[in-house]
């Protein structure tokens, strides 16, 4: 299976867990495209899950959920300034069980 894997601040991991964040916004850059979108194809890549990570440590906490498309969006948020932007607003779905030696298994569809 297949995870597309996004370091995140502890706080955003924190209400992400509660429930409470349904998307994750990510600017409208290269780097972004490339993880999102086929080159050759300009179809949007396929993953089964989203690998949450709350930092950048060696035990960082993580968690996986269903990767359930994403959109394209302008919004104005806090953490990029006041001005509107472009954003991949990609979608967070059902928490899913990680079992044995890295396998991801997406146990909620």
Not at 77 to 98: M, Q, S, T
Request: charged share 35%; glycine share 6%.
């Amino acid at each position: 299976m297949k995870a597309l894997v996004i370091v995140i601040k502890k706080r955003y991991f924190d209400d992400i867990q509660n429930g409470i964040k349904p998307e994750e916004y990510r600017i409208i850059k290269p780097f972004w495209e490339s993880r999102l979108i086929e080159k050759k194809t300009g179809k949007d890549k396929e993953y089964d899950c989203i690998r949450f990570i709350a930092g950048h440590r060696k035990n960082s906490p993580e968690a996986y959920y269903k990767y359930e498309g994403y959109e394209r969006k302008e919004i104005t948020h806090e953490f990029f300034g006041p001005e509107p932007v472009n954003v991949f607003a990609i979608k967070i779905g059902p928490k899913v069980d990680l079992i044995k030696s890295n396998i991801i298994y997406c146990s909620s569809y």
